[in-house]
């Protein structure tokens, strides 16, 4: 479910949700904030997939993980080098 394969496409992987999530930190959120861009953004057909919020935290550790988000007081940003 990381990375897209055969029969799962971008937008079903955690890659893709997390590319989709970096373009919304554009500006530092925390991470109601963000879950709520998401969900807006999928019930108005601006994203295909529905993930579960656990998904969601799920792609917000990987993001984490590999140094593409950090965190600030419980507010995230995206982080750039």
Known sequence: MILPKKHLSIHESLIGFGGFLLTQLQQPLDVDSLWE??????????????????E????LDFLYMIG??????????????
């Open 68 to 81: 593409a988000i950090k965190s600030n007081k419980g507010v995230l940003h995206y982080e750039i080098d």
């Open 37 to 54: 861009r998401y969900n807006n953004a999928y019930y108005n057909l601006k994203y295909p997939v529905k993930f579960t919020f656990d």
């Open 56 to 59: 969601f935290i799920i792609a």
